[in-house]
Every structure is written in structure tokens, then in C-alpha cells.
């Protein structure tokens, strides 16, 4: 039983750099989201997708892009990465139905930028 | 907008003492209302939930009532275990695209 599925775990960057982060779901979910937690906090969202195809911002989406090319990947790229995006990164997914329903989180990608 | 404000850790507790974790919110339309828990080194899981006023949700011994009257979702579970040490995050859901987290509660419980 897989789930979400997040990588890498870790990854540090030096400031400008450029990189990816992966998220697959493998629960035919409609609805994927990616957060940022930052400590003491709470989660924020920065990109979320209702269905192939389709994308919306969050609260926080300065800095970054997503795409949702097949149901099952929802990638958020970073193209210049700078010491403000040092967080944990949360991928998470939903069937959609409705707001009742509870999101299914990936265990998340570490990020450092230096 | 939506938010929801919870109550501020660290809580260090011992075991087989009372919990309880506070947690309000302000929404527009009719939330359902979450608690979820992040163990260490994990993502967020699903603790408990409830998706209208008076319901009670209720897993592993935790409870919440979810009360319109004062806007609260107050987390509580009679006596704790070591095992339960981790963090607590209040959330609620308007519309099926988005759900908004309280700043989290860590929770220590000492044998």
C-alpha cells in the first residue's frame, strides 16, 4: 500500500539552484496539494491540482510551479532556489468527493538552501 | 477567511494524565473540522474528524466535539501514553480544494 509517495527525503541546495521535487499517489485521487512546514507554523499551502490538467496557487506560491500532467504525479519545481524555501515540503491527496473527505500525506521532503 | 488558532506547545505531561488541547476557528459556510497527528520523522495522519455541529469524533482514545456555539474542536483523551508524544494539528475544510492548519501542538507525555 504505497499512497503518496515523495522525493527525495533530503536534498540541500546552494542559493539559484533549481530542482524538483516528485509526489505520486497511487489511490486515483483527484485533488493533490503541496504544503510547506515551517516550525511553528502550521502548513501552507502553496499549489494544489483538482484533476489532471489543472492547477490553482495556494497561499504561499512566490518561487515555485507545478504541472499535473496524469492523475498520479503532481511534481513542484523550484527555479531559483533561495534560503527563504528551506522547509519541509508535505505532498498530500484527496479523493475530492467532497470537504468532508481527509487528505493522505507523502512523508515528506527535507529542504535546505544555502 | 478560514483559520483555525490552536492552543501553543510545547505540553509535557506525564503518563496517564489528562489531555486536553484547545482549538478554535473562524469560517465562512459549514466546515468540517480535523484533527490530524505527526509522529517523528512521519507525514500528517488522520486522527479524528467531524463534518457537522455536535458530532463527536473519536479514534485511539482521543475525542472532539465539534461545537458551533463557541467555534471549538477541542482534542482530549483521559490518560495518556508515552506513545502519544508527537504533534497535534487542528484543521478545517470549507470547500473540497483546500484545508487550513493550526500552527501545530507538540506534545511530550514522560513515563
Known amino acids: 500500500n504505497a499512497g503518496v509517495t515523495q522525493t527525495p527525503k533530503f536534498r540541500i541546495l546552494k542559493i539559484g539552484q533549481s530542482m524538483t521535487l516528485q509526489c505520486t499517489q497511487d489511490?486515483?485521487?483527484?485533488?493533490m496539494y503541496w504544503y510547506r512546514q515551517d516550525p511553528g507554523m502550521g502548513l501552507k499551502l502553496i499549489y494544489y491540482?483538482?484533476?489532471?490538467?489543472?492547477?490553482d496557487k495556494g497561499e504561499v506560491p512566490n518561487g515555485y510551479n507545478v504541472s499535473r500532467s496524469t492523475t498520479e504525479d503532481f511534481p513542484l519545481r523550484l527555479e531559483l532556489a533561495a534560503p527563504s524555501q528551506t522547509s519541509v515540503y508535505f505532498c498530500?491527496?484527496?479523493?475530492?468527493?467532497?470537504?468532508?473527505?481527509?487528505?493522505?500525506f507523502g512523508e515528506g521532503s527535507r529542504l535546505t538552501v544555502l | 477567511g478560514n483559520s483555525v488558532t490552536q492552543m501553543e506547545g510545547p505540553v509535557t505531561l506525564s503518563e496517564e494524565a489528562f489531555l486536553t488541547i484547545n482549538c478554535t476557528y473562524t469560517?465562512?459556510?459549514?466546515?468540517?473540522l480535523f484533527w490530524y497527528v505527526q509522529y517523528p520523522g512521519e507525514g500528517l495522519q488522520l486522527l479524528l474528524k467531524?463534518?457537522?455541529?455536535?458530532d463527536k469524533g473519536s479514534n485511539k482514545g482521543f475525542e472532539a466535539t465539534y461545537r458551533k456555539e463557541t467555534t471549538s474542536f477541542h482534542l482530549e483523551k483521559g490518560s495518556v501514553q508515552v506513545s502519544d508524544s508527537a504533534v497535534y494539528f487542528c484543521?478545517?475544510?470549507?470547500?473540497?480544494?483546500?484545508?487550513?492548519f493550526g500552527a501545530g501542538t507538540r506534545l511530550t507525555v514522560k513515563p
Open positions: 498530500a491527496s484527496r479523493s475530492g468527493i467532497s470537504a468532508t473527505g481527509e487528505l493522505f
Open positions: 489511490m486515483n485521487h483527484n485533488y
Open positions: 491540482s483538482v484533476g489532471a490538467g489543472i492547477t
Open positions: 469560517a465562512t459556510g459549514y466546515p468540517s
Open positions: 467531524a463534518t457537522k455541529a455536535d
Open positions: 484543521a478545517l475544510s470549507v470547500r473540497d480544494n483546500d484545508m487550513r
